[in-house]
């Protein structure tokens, strides 16, 4: 099993949500995040001040995966997020030791499925 965790921009989460969805993703946990990159932030301008937005509003999905699932769901991922521009986010995938359904009790890849 695999944790998958994707940041991206807020505009592509309904885009990417469907793509895993096709892919065979039965869940995923949504959580608004802010942060930056190689970007660094941008000045804004209001009510005639200039000032800097360092941290940028993002959003994190995560998932868990049947390895075999992995470079599938990657690539949705990746071929919806992209915008070409900088800023488009990042996936980071990490070894799940053990999950467990909290109402049955299974274990394992059982109890992401």
Request: net charge neutral; charged share 30%; proline share 3%.
């Amino acid at each position: 099993m695999k944790k998958v965790e994707a940041i991206i921009k807020p505009h592509k989460l309904d885009e990417v949500k469907s793509a895993l969805m096709a892919a065979g993703v039965q869940g995923l946990t949504v959580t608004e995040v802010k942060g930056f990159g190689r970007q660094k932030g941008h000045k804004e301008l209001y009510r005639g001040a200039e000032y800097y937005v360092e941290f940028l509003p993002k959003v994190k999905i995560e998932t868990v995966v049947h390895d075999e699932d992995l470079q599938k769901v990657v690539a949705a991922i990746v071929k919806t997020a992209a915008t070409g521009q900088i800023g488009d986010g990042k996936i980071f995938v990490a070894p799940i030791e053990e999950a467990i359904r909290i109402r049955t009790g299974e274990f394992g890849d059982g109890a992401i499925g």
